[in-house]
């Protein structure tokens, strides 16, 4: 049997999406050796489109790290969203009080693009299609990471630590023994008919409360828009044809003349939040969708990304200058304790925009409770305040 290639690096960081790449550039910086894995092709990668808002607390790491002007790359948000009860239009400041940089409209696709570029043309060890990933030896001081790239070849890296990057379902968390981790789930009972169309996009960020059920209409590029709309759990995308989509859109935005075009991607989900305590085992350290899913409600999964992304890249920093292990040490308690935060804020956003709008999983009292919580937003300054300090990305 042929031996694996073996190699030695600091870090091994698994997956390429924003938060292993963040977390890869930002070790970068630092001077500290690493080497990361993807599993999906190059090309793969740059084609998932999600979440397009990174949060003031984001823009102002990166800014700190001297990469925002690279990075980010989209326009920086002027901080209103509009929400519509039944059609009714009213605006709110997400960002009254904050002070800090404007939240940035950057696409994850374009982040993750600009994250790409900027790694490896500063000679970054980026290898796409390693296939049979594989993590050994966690407990140890010099753990393991074997796979094959795309000729077959094996590898095998040996490293001090290793950051788990690579999603929900990735080999990561997998590689933790049974019984180390404590799995805390939630279901929301609710799904969404997510649809990416060549639309042009709203001037602001667009939420719709509507007793038809919820509905959203974000940009995803200067040309393209991506839809949301609340359907019954279990629903599928057949469930939907073309012309179904545009009436309720139109319906639930309120918008009789809202213009169709041509659906590219079409896709139905579940709205769940998960949380993974602790957030390491051994010299595994997870970040991102690794540790933690949350419900989009609040644009919050991958900015929450680039938070653990940060404070594990700090603390391998400062093993690594000083040897001081206390940030690493302290990882998953930080690290949590944003965690539950914005699980909490995305719930209850996820609760008061649905339970505004069609009460027929919840009830005509628990509609008047949450139009209730609504209206205080934008009537109540501190409400609007507790708000956007959240949306923001503090707190």
């Given at each position: 049997?042929?031996?694996?290639?073996?190699?030695?690096?600091?870090?091994?960081?698994?997956?390429?999406?924003?938060?292993?790449?963040?977390?890869?550039?930002?070790?970068?910086?630092?001077?500290?050796?690493?080497?990361?894995?993807?599993?999906?092709?190059?090309?793969?990668?740059?084609?998932?489109?999600?979440?397009?808002?990174?949060?003031?607390?984001?823009?102002?790491?990166?800014?700190?790290?001297?990469?925002?002007?690279?990075?980010?790359?989209?326009?920086?948000?002027?901080?209103?969203?509009?929400?519509?009860?039944?059609?009714?239009?009213?605006?709110?400041?997400?960002?009254?009080?904050?002070?800090?940089?404007?939240?940035?409209?950057?696409?994850?696709?374009?982040?993750v693009g600009n994250?790409?570029?900027?790694?490896?043309?500063?000679?970054?060890?980026?290898?796409?299609?390693?296939?049979?990933?594989?993590?050994?030896?966690?407990?140890?001081?010099?753990?393991?990471?074997?796979?094959?790239?795309?000729?077959?070849?094996?590898?095998?890296?040996?490293?001090?630590?290793?950051?788990?990057?690579?999603?929900?379902?990735?080999?990561?968390?997998?590689?933790?023994?049974?019984?180390?981790?404590?799995?805390?789930?939630?279901?929301?009972?609710?799904?969404?008919?997510?649809?990416?169309?060549?639309?042009?996009?709203?001037?602001?960020?667009?939420?719709?409360?509507?007793?038809?059920?919820?509905?959203?209409?974000?940009?995803?590029?200067?040309?393209?828009?991506r839809f949301y709309?609340?359907?019954?759990?279990?629903?599928?995308?057949?469930?939907?044809?073309?012309?179904?989509?545009?009436e309720q859109v139109?319906?639930?935005?309120?918008?009789?003349?809202?213009?169709?075009?041509?659906?590219?991607?079409?896709?139905?989900?579940?709205?769940?939040?998960?949380?993974?305590?602790?957030?390491?085992?051994?010299?595994?350290?997870?970040?991102?969708?690794?540790?933690?899913?949350?419900?989009?409600?609040?644009?919050?999964?991958?900015?929450?990304?680039?938070?653990?992304?940060?404070?594990?890249?700090?603390?391998?920093?400062?093993?690594?200058?000083?040897?001081?292990?206390?940030?690493?040490?302290?990882?998953?308690?930080?690290?949590?304790?944003?965690?539950?935060?914005?699980?909490?804020?995305?719930?209850?956003?996820?609760?008061?925009?649905?339970?505004?709008?069609?009460?027929?999983?919840?009830?005509?009292?628990?509609?008047?409770?949450?139009?209730?919580?609504?209206?205080?937003?934008?009537?109540?300054?501190?409400?609007?305040?507790?708000?956007?300090?959240?949306?923001?990305?503090?707190?």
């Open positions: 049997m042929t031996q694996p290639v073996r190699e030695s690096t600091r870090v091994v960081v698994v997956g390429a999406g924003p938060a292993g790449l963040t977390v890869a550039t930002l070790l970068q910086g630092a001077g500290v050796p690493c080497t990361v894995l993807e599993q999906r092709s190059r090309a793969r990668v740059l084609q998932r489109q999600r979440a397009g808002i990174v949060e003031t607390r984001a823009v102002r790491m990166f800014q700190e790290y001297g990469l925002a002007d690279r990075v980010l790359g989209g326009a920086p948000s002027n901080g209103v969203l509009e929400i519509r009860t039944e059609g009714e239009r009213r605006f709110l400041r997400s960002d009254a009080g904050v002070d800090g940089p404007a939240p940035s409209l950057c696409p994850q696709q374009v982040l994250l790409i570029q900027e790694f490896t043309d500063r000679g970054g060890d980026l290898r796409f299609e390693a296939s049979e990933v594989s993590l050994a030896g966690l407990a140890g001081p010099r753990p393991t990471v074997g796979y094959r790239d795309p000729s077959g070849t094996a590898y095998e890296i040996s490293c001090e630590f290793v950051a788990g990057c690579d999603g929900d379902h990735g080999v990561s968390r997998a590689s933790v023994p049974e019984g180390e981790l404590t799995a805390y789930p939630f279901d929301h009972g609710i799904a969404w008919l997510t649809v990416l169309a060549d639309v042009p996009p709203p001037q602001h960020p667009l939420l719709a409360v509507n007793s038809r059920g919820y509905a959203a209409h974000f940009a995803r590029g200067p040309r393209t828009s709309l609340q359907c019954p759990p279990g629903t599928r995308t057949e469930d939907w044809p073309d012309d179904r989509v545009w139109r319906a639930r935005l309120g918008d009789k003349e809202l213009v169709a075009g041509p659906i590219t991607e079409k896709e139905v989900f579940s709205l769940r939040s998960v949380v993974h305590e602790p957030m390491s085992y051994g010299r595994l350290y997870l970040v991102g969708d690794a540790a933690h899913v949350v419900s989009p409600m609040g644009g919050k999964g991958m900015n929450l990304a680039l938070y653990d992304a940060e404070v594990f890249a700090r603390a391998v920093r400062d093993f690594t200058a000083r040897g001081d292990m206390s940030g690493l040490d302290a990882y998953s308690p930080t690290c949590l304790h944003r965690t539950w935060n914005y699980q909490e804020f995305s719930r209850w956003m996820t609760e008061m925009l649905h339970d505004a709008g069609d009460d027929s999983r919840t009830g005509p009292f628990r509609r008047r409770l949450a139009r209730a919580r609504l209206d205080r937003l934008f009537s109540s300054p501190p409400a609007a305040a507790a708000f956007a300090e959240l949306m923001a990305g503090f707190g």
